[in-house]
């Protein structure tokens, strides 16, 4: 029976000290209160369209008021990809 050839793995690099400071350089602290401030805006928005059965917030807009609350919302998830 024929040997099976070993396969070489590529020896590991370290990153260069200046990649490194890049990377730890980077700071998303602002990424939790934002995600958060989104996810409670949309919800308010909803909460306070069906409390004030179609009055507040923007009047104008009627029904439309809750896909933007969704929008908030969905604002949010978005900005929650971006968390570390």
Known sequence: MPKSR???KADFTPPSTRQATAIRLTNRS????V???LFL???AWIV???VT???LPVDSLGNWNIVVGFGFIAGGFAVS????
């Open 6 to 8: 070993i396969r070489k």
């Open 30 to 33: 602002w990424v939790a209160p």
């Open 35 to 37: 995600m958060l401030a």
């Open 41 to 43: 805006l949309g919800l």
């Open 48 to 50: 306070v369209f069906y």
């Open 53 to 55: 059965e179609g009055d």
């Open 81 to 84: 990809t971006q968390w570390k």
